[in-house]
């Protein structure tokens, strides 16, 4: 069974950083492209970082760019998201989504979340 | 970057009823676009990929449709557990992947 398990949330202070982790399980985790994905609280899913399989390709979106990293270990089945600088408007629960192949692409499997809350 | 819009924001409907959802591409995405359903406090669960294709496990009263920049998701007879919140997400152009914004459904 295909298992996403996120870990690492929690308060911050503006201007903090924070660690997130996400632990799978169940596949090959080092065959699939990995992403995460937030959502603030009472609004829709934003994008925030992709990681390919080897870790050789990663993307951001604009509105962490520069402030977030996103990284892996294949050998301990794990993806990582360092927040650096964090905002207010970066207070979310973070997602960690596997990316499924057939025809196209898609989130195929989510992790349950993990609560990141940037307040003073 | 493309934008996706759905419509409506938020729908009532009753257990039984047929309902659909559009969502909207800002330009065309061919098939590239995926539909999901949340339910409060859950993550996100694949519904349809490739515009029509049903994900493994997912009842066969949820369709998808479309191409281009049109698609649509069907509900062909609400069931008390579909009550949630639905949102596209095109993989035709990215970075960055794109969302709609949701559908909630809500019990009339």
């Known amino acids: 069974e295909v298992q996403l398990v996120e870990s690492g949330g929690g308060l911050v202070q503006p201007g903090g950083s924070l660690r997130l982790s996400c632990a799978a399980s169940?596949?090959?985790?080092?065959?699939?492209?990995m992403n995460w994905v937030r959502q603030a609280p009472g609004k829709g899913l934003e994008w925030v970082s992709y990681?390919?399989?080897?870790?050789?390709?990663?993307y951001y979106a604009d509105s962490v760019k520069g402030r977030f990293t996103i990284s892996r270990d294949n050998a301990k089945n794990s993806l990582y998201l360092q927040m650096n600088s964090l905002r207010a408007e970066d207070t979310a629960v973070y997602y960690c989504?596997?990316?499924?192949?057939?025809?196209?692409?898609?989130?195929?499997?989510w992790g349950q979340g993990t609560l990141v809350t940037v307040s003073s | 970057d493309i934008q996706m819009t759905q419509s409506p924001s938020s729908l009532s409907a009753s257990v039984g009823d047929r309902v659909t959802i559009t969502c909207r591409a800002s330009?065309?995405?061919?098939?590239?676009l995926n539909w999901y359903q949340q339910k409060p406090g859950k993550a996100p669960k694949l519904l349809i990929y490739?515009?029509?294709s049903l994900q493994s496990g997912v009842p066969s009263r949820f369709s998808g449709s479309g191409s281009g920049t049109d698609f649509t998701l069907t509900i062909s007879s609400l069931q008390p557990e579909d009550f949630a919140t639905y949102y596209c997400q095109q993989s035709y152009s990215t970075p960055p992947v794109t969302f709609g914004q949701g559908t909630r459904l809500e019990i009339k």
């Open positions: 169940g596949f090959t985790f080092s065959s699939y492209e």
């Open positions: 490739a515009a029509s």
């Open positions: 330009q065309s995405i061919s098939s590239y």
């Open positions: 990681i390919s399989s080897s870790g050789s390709t990663i």
């Open positions: 989504a596997r990316v499924g192949w057939y025809v196209s692409w898609y989130f195929d499997y």
